[in-house]
Antibody
């Protein structure tokens, strides 16, 4: 059974940084593309960033490009999201999600999410 | 960027009724790479339909997806109490991946 467990969320001041982690189990992590998707309170879903299994191909939403960095450690079955220069509009629940195979396609499985609050 | 517009924003129906949700894309979705997700309060989204019409594991056949190009539809033939939720469409034919704003199906 696929399990995705996010951690690292919390309260951070505007301009601050935070690193999210997503621990994966139940599948061959290195064979699957992964993404981060966020959801602001009471709002819809927004894809943030995605990375292929080998870590060689990465894409970002324009809203986070240059501020966020997605990465993965296949030896630890863990996905990361480094978030810098945080803004109030980055406040959201951040979900990690698997794709079908090694392409940034549909989001097959989701974690339970971790809340990031950017506020002074 | 492909913009997905879902309608209606809210659908108020009774159990047993038929629900028809629309998702319209600002440009053609290549290969009909269109997915639907169900999200219940306090839970993560769950993949429901992919490839516009293929049902994901665990969902009954009262859920069906159709459409192509720029117009897609999710149909729930007879609403069960557990089907009241928010439904999102998402395209994965081009980058960036984008979602519709969601349709809430609520109990009338």
């Amino acid at each position: 059974e696929v399990q995705l467990v996010e951690s690292g969320g919390g309260l951070v001041q505007p301009g601050g940084s935070l690193r999210l982690s997503c621990a994966a189990s139940g599948f061959t992590f290195s064979s699957y593309a992964m993404s981060w998707v966020r959801q602001a309170p009471g709002k819809g879903l927004e894809w943030v960033a995605g990375i292929r299994g080998g870590g060689d191909t990465i894409h970002y939403a324009d809203s986070v490009k240059g501020r966020f960095t997605i990465s993965r450690d296949n030896s630890k079955n863990t996905l990361y999201l480094e978030m810098n220069s945080l803004r109030a509009e980055d406040t959201a629940v951040y979900y990690c999600a698997t794709h079908y195979g090694d392409y940034l396609n549909r989001f097959d499985s989701w974690g339970q999410g971790t809340l990031v609050t950017v506020s002074s | 960027e492909i913009v997905l517009t879902q309608s209606p924003g809210t659908l108020s129906l009774s159990p047993g009724e038929r629900a028809t949700l629309s998702c319209r894309a600002s440009q053609s979705v290549s290969n009909n790479y269109l997915a639907w997700y169900q999200q219940k309060p306090g839970q993560a989204p769950r993949l429901l339909i992919y490839g516009a019409s293929s049902r994901a594991t665990g969902f009954p056949d009262r859920f069906s997806g159709s459409g192509s190009g720029t117009d897609f539809t999710l149909t729930i033939s007879r609403l069960e109490p557990e089907d009241f939720a928010v439904y999102y469409c998402q395209q994965y034919g081009s980058l960036p991946r984008t979602f519709g704003q969601g349709t809430k199906v609520e109990i009338k």
